[in-house]
Nanobody, 114 residues
Framework: QVQLVESGGGLVQAGGSLRLSCAAS????????MGWYRQAPGKQRELVAR???????NYADSVKGRFTISRDNAKNTVYLQMNSLKPEDTAVYYC????????WGQGTQVTVSS
């Protein structure tokens, strides 16, 4: 059973925007903080944004002010609005729970050209 499905990535020019979506199984999403992670080639996976079950958010310094994480509890879906994209944002983006985690999904590729 697939538990995490990311979508919405693509190729965009620097300064552009993308909106990522992640559909999660209820066992992972319900009453759980959720996070968006990214992994660039040759680098470790890093947490870039998190949202609590109540909607409180936190961001890595590298994306603060440009990315916005949100969640729709009725749809078991978490979103990542990415604005003012930079080439260094290029990575595969994943979502997962923070307290209860599931198997990693396939991720969605984001490529930002300069």
């Amino acid at each position: 059973q697939v538990q995490l499905v990311e979508s919405g990535g693509g190729l965009v020019q620097a300064g552009g925007s993308l909106r990522l979506s992640c559909a999660a199984s209820e066992s992972i999403f319900s009453y759980n903080a959720m996070g968006w992670y990214r992994q660039a080639p040759g680098k470790q996976r890093e947490l870039v944004a998190r949202i609590s079950s109540a909607g409180s958010t936190n961001y890595a310094d590298s994306v603060k002010g440009r990315f916005t994480i949100s969640r729709d509890n009725a749809k078991n879906t978490v979103y990542l609005q990415m604005n003012s994209l930079k080439p260094e944002d290029t990575a595969v983006y994943y979502c997962n729970g923070l307290v209860r985690m599931g198997p990693w999904g396939q991720g969605t590729q984001v490529t930002v050209s300069s």
